[in-house]
């Protein structure tokens, strides 16, 4: 724009000279001793100004200013208004984080070893039940049967291996009350129905052997205390990890609002950062788009000082030419250049380039 903007103003420059030499010619035969005294030099050069007066007009058509300004304006307005929405996000954020961190029980990260080391026996005991059924299985396939049969049987065995340890140790502590005897008591109480259980297990499996080859009664000696015994051994040693290691309702829920609070209030940071962030990235932005609106006025304010100079040198040619070919006897028309050429109306001059970057 630049470019074309100054060749355009160049070619007029070199045609109004041009122009003005040859008016400079015709004013010249003028009877200058006729003329009445009051007679000046910008009663004959009114074309030469509406001309440069063009070139001012064609220059702000082209550039646009009063737009840019305004959109540098409303660009502004947007940006206070983008950074008053963000620090009413940043306070909002900031007074969720005082409430939180005003309630956050610091106290309870001790609980992260317990809850780390119940985390681990827990696979322990899936393993345990995992292993109680694939021996289960191993045994009753072994004691005849169906294959579904054994693995249902297997399943239950390892099912309420698991779950049974965690029953019974929730009634140790509800009827133990901390005492060693209700506790021994309690877990005796849990323990029986579970023993039962494995032994009609086994018993079942035994009897089911019989029944179909009942010729082995005589060679098998197998009773169903060995596989009873060895799923009540399993379940005992449920039974002491979860006692010795499950944490308490208290203590969990503790520890899990302890995380809760921990990653709301890591997110409530990461979200006030991002909007501090944000906000700091308004202004280099506004900044880089203004760059382009101080530019423009910038190159429309030296366009015009430009097209006045170049007006001024074009009426001084005119002048020494007029000098010339009427022997001086044009002198009394002349007075100063600020009298004698009336200013151009320009347009850039008194818009602030530097308003947007200060």
Aim: aromatic share 12%; glycine share 4%.
């Amino acid at each position: 724009m630049d470019r074309e903007l100054s060749k355009h103003i160049e070619e007029k420059e070199i045609q109004y000279v041009n122009k003005y030499l040859k008016y400079a010619q015709k004013l010249s035969v003028q009877k200058f001793n006729e003329l009445p005294p009051t007679a000046r030099i910008s009663n004959y050069i009114t074309g030469l100004v509406l001309d440069f007066q063009k070139l001012v007009d064609y220059t702000d058509q082209r550039l646009n200013g009063s737009l840019h300004q305004a959109k540098g304006g409303s660009d502004i307005a947007n940006m206070k208004a983008e950074a008053l929405e963000l620090d009413r996000k940043i306070d909002e954020t900031q007074d969720a984080l005082n409430i939180l961190n005003a309630r956050f029980d610091s106290e309870a990260k001790q609980y992260k070893s317990t809850i780390k080391r119940w985390k681990m026996v827990l696979w322990i005991l899936y393993f345990l039940a995992g292993f109680e059924i694939l021996a289960n299985m191993e045994i009753y396939n072994m004691l005849g049967g169906g294959i579904v049969a054994s693995i249902s049987i297997a399943v239950i065995s390892g099912i309420v291996v698991f779950y049974w340890a965690h029953l019974s140790n929730k009634c140790i502590r509800q009827f133990g009350k901390g005492n060693l005897k209700k506790q021994s008591l309690a877990g005796c109480l849990m323990a029986i129905p579970i023993f039962v259980i494995f032994y009609l297990f086994s018993s079942m499996r035994v009897d089911y052997l019989l029944a179909l080859f009942p010729n082995m009664e005589r060679i098998y000696s197998g009773s169903p205390i060995v596989p009873t015994l060895i799923n009540f051994f399993a379940y005992l040693i449920a039974t002491y990890l979860v006692y010795e290691y499950r944490p308490s309702v208290a203590v969990k829920n503790a520890y899990g609002k302890y995380q809760a609070d921990v990653k709301s209030i890591e997110n409530l940071e990461q979200k006030r950062y991002a909007y501090i962030a944000e906000k700091n990235t308004l202004e280099p932005k506004l900044r880089l788009r203004l760059l382009d609106y101080h530019n423009l006025l910038l190159l429309g304010k030296q366009k015009e000082q430009d097209i006045t100079t170049r007006m001024l040198a074009c009426f001084h040619e005119f002048k020494s030419e007029l000098h010339l070919l009427s022997n001086g006897k044009c002198a009394f028309l002349f007075s100063t250049d600020e009298e004698d050429l009336p200013p151009l109306k320009l347009n850039y001059q008194t818009m602030n380039e530097n308003t947007y970057l200060s």
